[in-house]
C-alpha cells in the first residue's frame, strides 16, 4: 500500500485533491493511504518521529514555512521520496529543483496537471523497488520481486510464493529461511505458517488480515500484538477494525 502525505494549508483543497488522487489511483489499481496536514510543521514532526511516506505533495507559499524549507527538512528524513509540488506560480520551479522535485502541479490547473506528476511518481517508486528473490524448486529457478509477493504460506511439502502476476512459486528453502533473507520490514510473520507483505494488506478483522486479492490470513493470537503493531506503525490505524 502506498502511503501519500499533503500538505497545504486550505482545508477545503485538500479535501478536494485527495479525491481526485484517490480517483487516479482507482484507475490504476492501486490502493493508497493517503494523510493530509494543513500545518507543515506537524508533517515534518510527523516524519521526524518516524511516519513514512512514499511520495509527497506539497504546497509552495504556506504561511507558516515555504514547501522548499518542509522539503529540505523531509530530505534529512527520507533522501529519495517522490515528492511533488503545488504552486500557482511556475517561476518558483528552479528553486523546486534544488530538492529534486519531480513535478510542479498548478493549483489552477489541477485536473490538467495531477495525473502526469502522479503517474511519474508511481513510476519512480516502482523503479527505486527491484529488489529480488530467486526461487529454487528442484532444477526450476525463478524470479520475483519483493514489491509482487502477496504472501508466503508453508505447506506439508514445500513453501508457497503468492504473487501478484506470476501466480504461486514453490520454494525448497524452509518459511523461516526465505524471511530472513528478504529481512524487508513490510513482510510479517502472521502465524507460524504464513507471513504477509503489509503492502498488500486491506484490513485486519477480527483473527484474520484481509489482503488486496480478497484472501483472508489467520492471525495467530501469539502474533496478533506484533501485527497491530506493524501495521499501526507503518499505515496508522485505518487498516485495524
Not at 97 to 106: E, G, Q, T
Not at 112 to 127: F, G, M, R, S, V
Not at 164 to 182: A, M, P, T, W, Y
Not at 218 to 225: A, G, K, L, N, Q
Request: aromatic share 10%; net charge neutral; charged share 25%.
Amino acid at each position: 500500500m502506498l502511503k501519500i502525505a499533503l500538505c497545504d494549508d486550505d482545508a477545503v483543497f485538500l479535501k478536494e485533491l485527495t479525491g481526485k488522487i484517490q480517483e487516479l489511483l482507482r484507475f490504476e489499481e492501486k490502493n493508497a493511504a493517503i494523510a493530509s496536514f494543513v500545518n507543515p510543521t506537524a508533517l515534518t514532526a510527523s516524519v521526524a518521529s518516524g511516519d513514512r511516506f512514499d511520495i509527497f505533495i506539497l504546497d509552495v507559499e504556506m504561511p507558516q514555512i515555504d514547501g522548499f524549507k518542509v522539503a529540505a527538512d523531509l530530505r534529512k528524513y527520507q533522501p529519495n521520496v517522490a515528492l511533488i509540488f503545488l504552486t500557482s506560480h511556475l517561476q518558483y520551479a528552479p528553486e523546486g529543483y534544488k530538492v529534486d522535485a519531480l513535478r510542479f502541479i498548478s493549483k489552477l490547473n489541477v485536473d490538467e496537471t495531477l495525473p502526469e506528476a502522479l503517474q511519474k511518481a508511481l513510476h519512480t517508486l516502482e523503479q527505486q523497488d527491484q529488489h529480488s528473490l530467486l526461487v529454487q524448486h528442484y532444477k526450476n529457478f525463478s524470479r520475483v520481486l519483493y514489491q509482487n509477493i502477496i504472501y508466503v504460506r508453508k505447506t506439508a511439502r514445500s513453501v508457497q510464493i503468492i504473487t501478484s502476476n506470476q501466480g504461486v512459486i514453490k520454494d525448497n528453502r524452509g518459511i523461516k529461511e526465505l524471511f530472513d533473507i528478504l529481512n524487508d520490514p513490510r513482510f510479517i510473520f502472521v502465524d507460524r505458517s504464513y507471513f504477509v507483505n503489509l503492502d498488500y494488506a486491506k484490513e485486519l478483522c477480527g483473527n484474520s488480515i484481509i489482503m488486496l486479492n480478497g484472501e483472508a490470513l489467520p492471525v495467530s493470537r501469539p502474533m496478533m500484538p506484533k501485527v497491530k503493531e506493524a501495521i499501526l506503525s507503518l499505515w496508522g490505524d485505518g487498516l485495524v477494525k
